[in-house]
């Protein structure tokens, strides 16, 4: 327990000092607000526990610290707390969790039955995420694609979930449009042939239809808050990625633009700062850092310099 206790001080010192030194620059490093991120294994372990980047990146603040999988933190729409997902309860049975950012108080939201995955808000700050729908008869013949995850919503108040897809597809990592109209999801269709594609559909999951398809996969799609934009993250694989990119799209899914250009593994796009910037992870030095851009890719600067992995990560203004 000293062990640990020592080496998480001189983590935290680590990366403080290296913060530190960045944030000195003449520049800023983030619009006003936090980062809430991952430190720990880039794949999930119960390494991983949440931070948040406080004091316009000077100061670390830790979250989570239970030796247990805390990872794929999304901030609220108004910002008091973040959906994450967590194995507190079972290391194989990961659960959506809320944490107030103020009073680093954590909360189950469901304790559902098998993996619940990237959990989100909507734009009227109920939370939805991937529920795990493979029947237990069948989970042992199924690959890891092949299972069937489906997308559900819950109000804070309710005891249930609503399902809002019924098929024998993968479906993850929703958005919600800030009108409350559309979500955006990734579904992987015919794994054989491609991996995956963004699909849009009304918040009632009606009119499911392709809103992005190329080649590889396309997930973790974020609208911005003012429903101009969208950004995603796209790679040639599931799993030992040789590329991974994020890109950006218009409100229709045109206009498609590579705002990473190919350098290292690049993903988990997050908006920070009224749809103008960008943050998303990369591992171009060696190992994850999060970094932020412009809209257009412009003007990266590196956030985070530890040895460590930092990565998806999700803004939160004060
Ligand atoms: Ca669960
Ligand atoms: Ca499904
Ligand atoms: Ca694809
Ligand atoms: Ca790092």
Known sequence: MKNKRALLISVLFLIGSNLCQAANSSEDLLPEGQIVFTIG???PSHR??????????????????????????????????IVYISAAEDKWDWDVWTLNLRHIRPKVVQNNKGRDLTPTWTHQGNIAWSADFTPDWIKWFKTTEEKNYELVVKAPQDTLFQRLTFNHTWEETPTWHRQGEWILYTSTTSPSSD???????????TQ??????????????????????VIFESSDSVGFEQQS?????D????SITNLTQGIGLNGYPSWA??????????NRNGNY???????????????????????RPTWCRY
Not at 195 to 205: A, F, L, Q, S, V
Not at 208 to 229: H, R, T, V, Y
Request: charged share 20%; proline share 4%.
């Open 41 to 43: 294994d880039y794949l």
């Open 48 to 81: 991983n526990d949440l931070y948040a980047l406080v004091d316009s990146g000077k100061r670390l603040k830790q979250l989570t610290d239970n030796h247990i999988l805390d990872d794929f933190a999304q901030c609220s729409p108004t910002s008091s707390e």
């Open 195 to 205: 991996p995956g594609n963004i699909y849009r559909m009304k918040t009632d999951g």
């Open 208 to 229: 499911a239809q392709p809103f992005i398809e190329l080649p590889g996969l396309q997930k973790n799609a974020k609208w911005s808050p003012d429903g101009q934009w």
């Open 245 to 249: 990119d994020v890109y950006l799209a």
């Open 251 to 254: 409100s229709i899914g045109g």
């Open 273 to 282: 700062g009224n749809s103008q910037w960008i943050l998303f992870h990369s």
């Open 289 to 311: 850092d999060i970094f932020r851009m412009r809209r257009d890719g412009s003007e990266i600067v590196q956030v985070t310099h530890s040895s460590l992995n930092e990565f």
